[in-house]
């Protein structure tokens, strides 16, 4: 497990806070709103971390359940939501037994890495939406749209300071993959100062991968752009 969603789990407000999330989220609800969405909505969000979007978007479903491969951030999102339902599970393999009238799946879908782990997550997304229900992927970006670049994030609270930078760049134009790495500099009261250095493997797939990857799984599929001109991918389950 990558210490990001693990020892520094406790420190995720500051790595990434709830407020962040506002216009975004605004975003993802017009989407399912757009979805004509039945009395009493169910949703399910795959990888949801921190519980940072779901925050949000728990205002306009009767019940929301909160999935994550770590039990670190398992605990952070139930800070956050104790109304909602969490459950431990990896986005590839998960299987509640029962479907929702939207599933959601926000940046957590960058480490599936090769293709046959983005088929296994959109399977997931699939087994468990209902029929005439509405998938949201949301990667951080396609192969079409990858750019190398680098940025510089952090917080503080009355007791924590916390500074990152990520560089993202790709060695290998000829695989599904690219790098994002991080230098964090933590800063607790009474405490030195600690650095970590963590490299994550990402994963980068063309437009037609994705959607030919819905398509084949049972849903109809298009791209919407957004604000921050990312392709999320939208579908509804057949």
Partial sequence: MLKMYSDMAGWWPLVSHPDDYADEAAFFAKIFQDAILPEAPTLLELGSGGGNNASYLKKMFAHVTLTDLSAQMWAVSRELNPDCEHVQGDMRTLRLGRAFDAVFVHD??????????????????????????????????????????????????????????????????????YTVEYTFVMHEAGLPTRVLHEAHVVGLFARAQWLDLLEAAGFEPRVVTDEYNRDLFVGRRS
């Avoid at 007791?159 to 060695?171: A, G, I, V």
Wanted: net charge negative.
């Fill in 108 to 177: 957590a879908v960058a480490y599936m890495t090769t293709t046959d782990d983005l088929r296994q997550a959109i399977e997931t997304a699939a087994v468990h939406c209902k029929p005439g229900g509405t998938v949201l992927f949301v990667p951080d970006c396609v192969r079409e749209t990858f750019k190398p670049a680098t940025d510089h994030f952090g917080g503080d609270t009355a007791n924590r300071s916390l500074r990152y930078l990520e560089w993202s760049f790709d060695l290998d134009e000829s695989d599904t993959a």
